[in-house]
């Protein structure tokens, strides 16, 4: 009975895996992220060695390491080397011990080479992302040359779009060739006759990929070259891998924005243990911080037993101020991010949001000030006999507590990048708690000032 079943299983899987041979990669990882990981690793079996490498090529398949450590090992080292570098450095870089090492064991003595090299580059850097497969071919060749190259390696290159030009002695980048350019090009030509530019786009190996991501688009490039001091070609960072890094980045940052530790894996996919040590510490940090309002209110206890009417308005203070904060500290780190402000330009962005804030915080004290107007006079709440002073403390309140939300807002990624913090860290929940103390500070500070004789 027992060998019934495993037939059936396996005439199942076969059955499966003949279903998925011509689909698109990407259908083909998401049946496989659907499957238990046994199954998963057993359909891998039954696919072709460059058919299983495209899979852990793509960027979206789950439990790569673990569907490599139950395959064959014959069959394992196989992949590995059909793999393209970039991507094989990724799955590298997030893999854990034991099956790092016994994976990189498995590979053939230059493709370990490339590995030790790539992974030795920071994160997120250009030299992380690079891939050491691009298409390059010295000066004194022709057109023709060239094509006849191109047409014999372009199976092992990540990208045949962009041809590298290199000095035939000291290997030195001299020109970039898009291959549409090659393909008009006269072939008796030589190849670096044919490029727009003298001088190619480059980065050096410790960019960041938002560095990248600026200059590929401002060029409009498919790819981009990554060179050493001396201008040597180290790899190529191509358009779908920043555009990836990218993708990884939004999302953290909006992570970040939500008060929580950026995710490792989809959220589907995030343990409950793994998802309350992510959410929790924050939590915790924004709890406490909260705790200076309830000592803020302590502290003016005896003005809010003198004029309960100032209570009203706490809730309406505090979410102006931190609302304003929020979005000075969105605009800030997206245009840090886009490289459209650098740390040199703090004090621009400071002189341009204190007039801001305080304009916004004039319109919404208007609209408060209209407010409890409203209400006192068509008998809706009666405010006292000083609820003119009332609105007054409410209007001069706002304009101060927005101007100051919308100076610290936008004042705190400046102050997180210069100190080596990333800038979404300051998040709206942050900011919002920052804004909340000192708004309450600020509320009854003008209150005083106001009020005193009358109310207080």
């Keep these: 009975m027992q060998?019934?079943?495993?037939?059936?299983?396996?005439?199942?899987?076969?059955?499966?895996?003949?279903?998925?041979?011509?689909?698109?990669?990407?259908?083909?990882?998401?049946?496989?992220?659907?499957?238990?990981v046994a199954e998963a690793s057993g359909l891998l079996a039954r696919l072709s060695v460059d058919e299983a490498a495209e899979v852990f090529d793509h960027a979206d398949l789950a439990r790569p390491d673990a569907l490599l450590a139950l395959a064959e090992p014959i069959f394992a080292a196989a992949i590995l080397d059909a793999m393209a570098a970039d991507r094989l450095a990724d799955l590298f870089r997030d893999m854990e011990e034991p099956p790092r090492t016994r994976l990189l064991a498995l590979l053939k003595p230059d493709a370990r080479a490339v590995m030790d090299r790539l992974l030795l580059h920071e994160e997120n850097s250009a030299g992380s992302l690079m891939t050491t497969e691009f298409l390059s071919v010295p000066a004194t060749w022709t057109v023709a040359e060239t094509l006849r190259h191109i047409r014999a390696v372009e199976k092992t290159r990540e990208t045949i779009y962009a041809i590298y030009v290199l000095d035939p002695i000291t290997r030195r980048l001299d020109k970039?060739?898009?291959?549409?350019?090659?393909?008009?090009?006269?072939?008796?030509?030589?190849?670096?006759?044919?490029?727009?530019?003298?001088?190619?786009?480059?980065?050096?190996?410790?960019?960041?990929?938002?560095?990248?991501?600026?200059?590929?688009s401002r060029y409009d490039l498919l790819a981009i070259p990554v060179v050493d001091e001396k201008n040597r070609v180290l790899g190529i960072v191509t358009v779908d891998d920043v555009m990836r890094a990218m993708a990884e980045a939004t999302t953290e940052d909006t992570h970040r924005f939500g008060g929580m530790e950026a995710?490792?894996?989809?959220?589907?996919r995030i343990g409950f243990a793994e998802m309350l040590r992510k959410r929790a510490g924050w939590l915790a940090i924004l709890f406490l911080s909260e705790m200076l309002t309830a000592s803020a209110m302590q502290y003016f206890e005896t003005e809010l037993e003198k004029a309960v009417v100032l209570t009203l308005f706490i809730p309406l203070i505090m979410s102006s101020g931190g609302n304003s904060g929020s979005q000075a500290t969105s605009l800030i780190i997206r245009a840090l991010a886009l490289g459209e402000l650098r740390l040199r330009d703090w004090w621009r962005v400071a002189l341009r949001e204190a007039p801001t804030g305080m304009a916004l915080g004039a319109f919404l004290g208007l609209i408060g000030l209209a407010r409890i107007a409203l209400?006192?006079?068509?008998?809706?709440?009666?405010?006292?006999?000083?609820?003119?002073?009332?609105?007054?403390?409410?209007?001069?309140?706002?304009?101060?507590?927005?101007?100051?939300?919308s100076l610290a807002g936008s004042m705190l990624p400046f102050a997180l990048k210069r100190l080596g913090f990333d800038p979404a860290s300051a998040s709206a929940p942050f900011v919002a708690t920052l804004v909340d103390v000192s708004g309450l500070v600020i509320y009854f500070s003008v209150a005083i000032l106001v009020l005193g004789g009358t109310l207080l």
Excluded: C
């Design 3 to 36: 060998d019934i079943l495993e037939l059936e299983r396996v005439s199942s899987t076969d059955l499966v895996a003949d279903r998925l041979r011509g689909t698109h990669v990407a259908d083909i990882v998401h049946s496989l992220n659907e499957m238990p």
């Design 176 to 216: 970039a060739v898009s291959l549409r350019r090659l393909i008009s090009g006269d072939p008796a030509a030589l190849v670096g006759s044919l490029a727009r530019h003298d001088r190619p786009i480059t980065v050096g190996p410790e960019a960041d990929r938002e560095e990248v991501a600026r200059l590929i």
């Design 263 to 268: 995710l490792d894996e989809p959220y589907s």
């Design 375 to 405: 209400w006192q006079e068509a008998g809706i709440y009666d405010y006292g006999p000083h609820w003119m002073l009332v609105g007054l403390t409410v209007s001069l309140a706002l304009v101060a507590i927005v101007t100051f939300g």
